[in-house]
């Protein structure tokens, strides 16, 4: 079935260590990716999107992501977290096979930050 | 910068009440969105606007309606309130037309209790 898939439901990162956020996806062609921001209390904020092209893509926050092919992956990075990111992130694909621009979203992961 | 304000932050009906969540967006955009929020569940898509009286299904249409009069407005409309539409409900919008349709600009939610 397709789907997309952010198979950690918490993380816990120290502050000033690095950050991965996993999403996988399973749709027949390469769809078009994005990562989401939600902070408590708020909506949703757009961190990057991929199309085509450069599969390492820059975005806000000092956030990145890579699309990888072979592995139906997007995964969310930053090097060094800050306490401010806290919050829950959601990896989301538009699969183009439907005729609208819909959205589909992961169930999202929540970021805690440590001191 | 867009905007996309809604009616209410929280919300508390009872159970068979017809609730009304209004969403306004001041970009000029065609396309909107309601979503539903649910804790280990994400996003899930009710209804989509893509233009003024037009409508679609999302993927969780049972038990709402929709309602867009205006191209800036768009309501989401639950005729008898149940206690399993407790939720956040969220409202999106998007332009049409090139890659730039595909960002989704979110509101900051109505948080609605049915008791």
């Known amino acids: 079935a397709q789907s997309v898939t952010q198979p950690d439901i918490h993380i816990t990162v120290s502050e000033g260590a690095s950050l991965e956020l996993r999403c996988n996806y399973s749709y027949g062609a390469t769809p078009y990716l994005f990562w989401y921001v939600q902070s408590p209390g708020q909506g949703l904020q757009l961190l990057l999107k991929y199309f085509s092209g450069d599969t390492l893509v820059q975005g806000i926050k000092g956030f990145e992501a890579e699309f990888k092919r072979s592995q139906s992956s997007f995964n969310l990075r930053k090097p060094s977290v800050h306490w401010s990111d806290a919050a829950e992130y959601f990896c989301a694909v538009e699969p183009l096979n439907t005729g609208f621009q819909k959205l589909v979203f992961g169930t999202g992961t929540r970021l805690l930050v440590s001191p | 910068d867009v905007k996309v304000t809604q009616s209410s932050r929280y919300l508390v009906k009872r159970t068979g009440e017809k609730v009304f969540l209004e969403c306004v967006q001041d970009m000029d955009h065609e396309n909107m969105f309601w979503y539903r929020q649910d804790p280990g569940l994400g996003l899930r898509l009710i209804y989509f606007s893509y233009d003024v009286k037009m409508k679609e299904k999302g993927d969780i249409p049972e038990g709402y309606s929709v309602s867009r009069e205006k191209k800036e407005r768009f309501s989401l409309i639950l005729e008898s309130a149940s206690t399993n539409q407790t939720s956040m409900y969220l409202c999106?919008?998007?332009?049409?037309?090139?890659?730039?349709?595909?960002?989704?600009?979110f509101g900051p939610g109505t948080r609605l209790t049915v008791t």
């Open positions: 999106a919008s998007s332009p049409s037309g090139g890659s730039s349709s595909y960002e989704q600009y």
